[in-house]
């Protein structure tokens, strides 16, 4: 989870809304550890759906907002970003055919 000082200004707890805490979000380790992958995937996920990038058919999940320039995501999308990897071909599968040996 993210780790900011207990003293948010005003404008950010309303961003966080009455009932979330900076404390109740999902930082880029809590999403990779959803996907069983690290938190450098998750900022890979984002930059790759940028217009133009493998992902900008299907983008990952933007995040809900930012805190010192890292990503944060509400608990409840949980499902929603396990959704988007499912959708997702992984890697080694499909692909291009073994040769014959």
């Known amino acids: 989870m993210i780790a900011i000082a207990d003293t948010l200004s005003s404008d950010v707890r309303a961003q966080l809304g009455e009932n979330l805490?900076?404390?109740?979000?999902?930082d880029r380790a809590a999403v990779g550890a959803l996907l069983g992958?690290?938190?450098?995937?998750?900022?890979?996920?984002?930059?790759?759906?940028?217009p133009g990038c493998q992902y900008a058919h299907d983008p990952f999940p933007a995040?809900?907002?930012r805190f010192g320039g890292r990503p944060y995501w509400h608990p409840d999308r949980a499902d929603e970003i396990r959704a988007w990897a499912a959708r997702q071909p992984r890697v080694g599968?499909?692909?291009r055919p073994k040769r014959n040996a």
């Not at 805490?21 to 999902?26: G, I, K, M, P, S």
């Not at 992958?37 to 940028?50: E, H, P, R």
Request: charged letters at 10%.
């Open 63 to 65: 995040p809900n907002g």
């Open 93 to 95: 599968v499909g692909g």
């Open 21 to 26: 805490t900076v404390e109740d979000q999902l």
């Open 37 to 50: 992958v690290g938190a450098a995937a998750i900022t890979n996920y984002m930059a790759l759906s940028n």
